[in-house]
């Protein structure tokens, strides 16, 4: 294995600052790419593209061919872990994701004993891209945040304000509760497995940590990733760990510190001073461009990622978006992004 220093990206989650920011983009294998899209096509549908690793180690590998990317990010979904726990997942066209929905009764009905075998196809493409990648590659695994998990689980889609599951929380705690109890165990058990078989690094995605009240912020999201974390380092000494918590503004500083994350994801609504103001000094920050100004290129792009370097340039930093990267999304204004932040 490399050193630590020699994968950029890795050390700056360990807290040393580069010269330059480490960079990677949330989505950056995905349908902005046409090698991506003709890949698609050999699968079925989207879970059988992460199922198998022939496919999936391609699509992960594509955009590193392309750019000049300091890390490799698995190319799976937050929703394997629903899919493995036995709940009937299927992406339709157009419409996203679409889940048979959770009452009381399916919360009992989960079979978390099934899921490391089913997604065992996952396991297998961590350690395909481990051999694969350069040494200075750093490899990223994932999951997604229980809370975030759980508002498609309950809600069977995504919503723009996760109604149905803020409302089955606060109706029925006690099966919330469980819910919860069976995606942090899953995700500790997963997370560790992607480390055994080569991650260097792992995100917790917490995309919809929104919508919440301070009571539901510590109860749905502060206190299940940090049974993740805690969990996950007992099994893993030291795992660095990369939290998400997309729309947790003034929320950010507690996330952080509840939770004992490595390093925290910022979105492209956090107000870099707030950042510098509200957050330690030494804690690794990653983000936050927002991905439109990515579509549009040009100065409205260049200005902004300038002014995010400069923000963050008195602490470890990895530049990305503060979302992920969108289909409309020129690959030549992905190419002028990693030159800047590469390059100035």
């Known amino acids: 294995m490399a050193p630590v ?31 991506y899209r003709q890949t698609r096509t050999q699968a079925r549908d989207f879970l059988e593209l992460c199922y198998t690793p022939d496919l999936a180690v391609e699509v992960t590998l594509q955009p590193l061919r392309r750019f000049d990317l300091d890390a490799a990010i698995l190319f799976s979904d937050i929703l394997v872990i629903p899919d493995a726990l036995g709940q009937q997942v299927r992406f339709a ?30 396991l297998e493409t961590v350690r395909r891209l481990r051999a694969q990648l350069p040494a200075d590659k750093t490899l990223i695994g994932f999951c997604g945040a229980p809370w975030t998990v759980a508002t498609y689980m309950l809600g069977g889609r995504g919503s723009p304000d996760q109604w149905v599951a803020r409302k089955f929380a606060l109706e029925h705690p006690a099966a919330f509760d469980r819910l919860m109890d069976v995606l942090v165990e899953t995700s500790i058990t997963y997370l560790a497995a992607q480390f055994e078989a080569g991650a260097d690094v792992v995100q917790l995605f917490e995309s919809w940590a929104l919508n919440l009240d301070d009571a ?123 030159d800047l932040v590469k390059n100035g």
């Open 5 to 35: 220093t020699d994968r950029k990206l890795l050390a700056t989650v360990l807290g040393q600052r580069q010269e330059r920011p480490p960079i990677w983009i949330m989505r950056q294998a995905g349908r902005y790419l046409p090698e």
């Open 216 to 338: 539901s912020f510590a109860r749905n999201v502060m206190e299940p990733n940090r049974r993740i974390v805690e969990g996950l380092r007992q099994r893993v000494p030291n795992a660095p760990i990369i939290g998400f918590p997309r729309g947790a503004a003034g929320n950010l500083r507690r996330y952080a510190a509840t939770t004992g994350v490595n390093a925290l994801g910022v979105d492209f609504a956090t107000p870099l001073d707030f950042v510098r103001d509200a957050l330690p000094a030494s804690l690794p920050v990653q983000g936050n461009l927002d991905p439109l100004r990515l579509v549009v290129g040009g100065d409205a792009m260049e200005s902004q990622a300038r002014a995010i370097i400069e923000a963050f340039a008195d602490r470890p930093h990895i530049f990305n978006l503060g979302h992920g990267i969108v289909p409309e999304t020129p690959i030549a204004h992905v190419e002028r992004l990693i």
């Open 93 to 122: 066209t157009g419409e996203g994701p679409l889940l048979e929905a959770l009452d009381e009764k399916g919360v009992v009905g989960l079979q978390p004993e099934r899921a490391m075998a089913h997604l065992a196809p996952v």
